[in-house]
């Protein structure tokens, strides 16, 4: 008889109900991670955060299903603690059962992981072929694995060892989505934002990982590396094909960290894409100025996209340069590239981030500036957020500009929590809702901007009075 594996996504809610930070995870991952085991465990997934469980009735699924190993992902760190929830529900429910942690924050952060008892295995880095060598292992059928696993000795001591990336995702299956009731994640009602899905039924599809640009304050290179990885174009327009066959999917949105760096490669894609005939419309959230060309935007519109979200940061070139460390060669460069975007019938959402350890106030408005005038149809403003593993992080704690002591920071993406002597995080917070209100809002843009939220003028500006209503400071 196999053992049992259950891999799950601990409720968001059970730590707070926040409409602007909570969401509903795809279940890629874990349909990933049962594909790459389901031949040596039998595998059940349970979702308690998209179907918004409880403490109780998570527990009750546990206790019935009985599992040998319990695989606990949790994406960010700003969820941290429903990872501790979720292994004490487990261990309280039989202390044998065997509890693996995973995922960004893990990865990020796994001493502080560890130091839960509750929890026996962390997975630092990409978990797939390391969650199958660590089961067998504890199947008694392989040694110890010898990269990614956070673990303790017979002495209880923490042993680390160095992160793992799965090197060639040409050999990674398709996620096995009868693991799930694919149905239900597939999104067939309109989300009001600027993120939607460019038509209904909708879903998320990754192509690559990682990114080389090594900007200060992204955990990407730390979770996914510096080298870009790129799936088979014949395995990503497969699962496509599959998607749009058994639910209708008619839009997708890419949630690469960089597609569009590979050059050549994505280009590749794009032909491949454009020569299947998918007839899907398409989005992609994370796009480099840099790496666009007159054909690759001309590729992009052919192959069906429709939005691009442009990662600027900064309107001050000291900023980018210093602090940021981001490849923007030019920002005088940058409307023109949008424009020339635009001109394909693309729509473009720029976005930018204040309130960097260093950057003055004269910076901070420099960038404000930038983001009104760089021919973006939406921009978004967010406050600086240092992350572990980043170097924005390191600047943070080297210079003393955080408001909390590092061993008591909390990922909270709403507000600043950085010091200046010029400014304070407060002025940080107030600024970034009131200018994001002023850019985007204009009385010639919010019908346009209304429009690309999927919602009406008077919805809008109920939202917008709800997020300068939600300005309360927790520092």
Not at 383 to 390: D, I, S
Request: hydrophobic letters at 40%; one cysteine or more.
């Amino acid at each position: 008889m196999k053992k049992k594996l259950l891999l799950t996504y601990p409720n968001q809610k059970w730590l707070k109900c926040d409409l602007v930070t909570t969401w509903k995870n795809p279940p890629g991952t874990l349909c990933l991670l049962g594909a790459m085991v389901k031949n040596i465990v039998d595998v059940k997934i349970i979702d308690t955060n998209f179907y918004d469980l409880s403490k109780e009735e998570f527990r009750a699924e546990v206790k019935n299903y009985a599992p040998d190993y319990v695989g606990i992902s949790v994406l960010t760190s700003e969820y941290a603690d429903i990872l501790d929830v979720a292994a004490d529900i487990v261990k309280n429910i039989d202390k044998s059962i065997l509890t693996i942690a995973g995922g960004v924050h893990v990865t990020t952060n796994y001493l502080n992981v560890m130091r839960n008892m509750d929890i026996d295995y962390a997975c630092r880095g990409e978990g797939e072929n390391l969650l199958r060598e660590l089961l067998l292992h504890l199947m008694g059928k392989r040694e110890l694995p010898k990269k990614g696993l956070i673990y303790r000795d017979a002495e209880k001591n923490i042993r680390v060892q160095d992160q793992v990336w799965f090197e060639d995702l040409t050999k990674l299956p398709l996620p096995d989505y009868s693991l799930v009731n694919f149905e239900d994640y597939i999104w067939k009602q309109a989300r009001v934002g600027p993120s939607g899905f460019p038509e209904l039924p909708g879903t998320y599809i990754q192509a690559t990982r990682g990114c080389p640009s090594q900007c200060s304050f992204c955990q990407v290179n730390v979770i996914s590396g510096l080298k870009i990885r790129c799936r088979e174009p014949k395995d990503v327009i497969s699962e496509l094909i599959f998607l749009k066959k058994n639910y209708g999917l008619k839009s997708f949105v890419f949630i690469d960290d960089n597609l569009f760096l590979t050059g050549k490669k994505a280009k590749h894609l794009l032909r491949e894409m454009i020569k299947s005939k998918l007839d899907l419309r398409w989005q992609c959230g994370s796009v480099a100025l840099n790496a666009l060309d007159e054909e690759m935007v001309d590729l992009m519109k052919q192959s069906g996209c429709e939005v691009v979200g442009v990662a600027i940061e900064s309107g001050c070139e000291r900023v980018l340069r210093e602090i940021v460390r981001k490849r923007i060669q030019k920002l005088k460069e940058i409307p023109q590239l949008i424009k020339m975007i635009k001109s394909r019938g693309i729509t473009v959402r720029a976005s930018f981030i204040i309130g960097f350890p260093g950057e003055t106030w004269e910076e901070i408005r420099e960038t404000i500036r930038f983001a009104e005038i760089c021919n973006a149809d939406y921009v978004k403003i967010f406050a600086a957020v240092p992350l572990r593993g980043t170097q924005l992080w390191d600047m943070a704690i080297s210079s003393n500009a955080m408001n909390l002591d590092s061993d008591k920071f909390s990922v909270e993406w709403r507000y600043s929590q950085i010091k200046s002597d010029e400014w304070t995080s407060k002025d940080i917070s107030i600024l970034r809702v009131y200018e994001w209100d002023r850019i985007n809002f204009s009385p010639d843009r919010i019908k346009a901007v209304a429009k690309m939220w999927g919602c009406s003028i008077e919805e809008l500006s109920e939202i917008r009075k709800k997020t300068r209503d939600s300005l309360e400071f927790p520092m």
